[in-house]
């Protein structure tokens, strides 16, 4: 069990290994599930289960005002292009010549 927390310390390093430290001493999870990589004994801690969900719906309502905002303009207005491209390449008409693809997308 030690060995696998100084591997863990190493691979942290010694200030994020301190801070993991005072959590745990604060009874945020317990040491050993730490030393065994078991993130999912964390959450056995209801302050801390709260704290998870409570970012998580934090981070939930930021992508979807990202996403409402301007994500899915930027998204849809993006991929059009992009299959309209693909089909021209897959079928050997693409070109980067504006003239010319222009009349092959109004005309074709």
Not at 9 to 14: I, R
Not at 27 to 55: C, D, Q, T
Not at 82 to 104: C, D, H, M, R, W
Request: charged share 20%.
């Amino acid at each position: 069990n030690r060995g696998s927390e100084k591997g863990l310390a190493q691979v942290l390093g010694s200030r994020d290994w301190e801070r993991l430290g005072v959590l745990a001493e604060q009874g945020y999870f317990e040491p050993s599930s730490l030393a065994m990589g078991n993130a999912v004994s964390m959450l056995a801690n209801p302050e801390m289960r709260k704290k998870v969900e409570l970012k998580t719906a934090i981070a939930s309502r930021r992508f979807t005002n990202i996403w409402e905002s301007w994500g899915h303009a930027v998204y849809h207005y993006s991929i059009v292009p992009v299959v309209l491209g693909i089909g021209l390449a897959y079928s050997g008409e693409f070109t980067l010549n504006p003239a010319t693809l222009i009349q092959k997308i109004l005309l074709s």
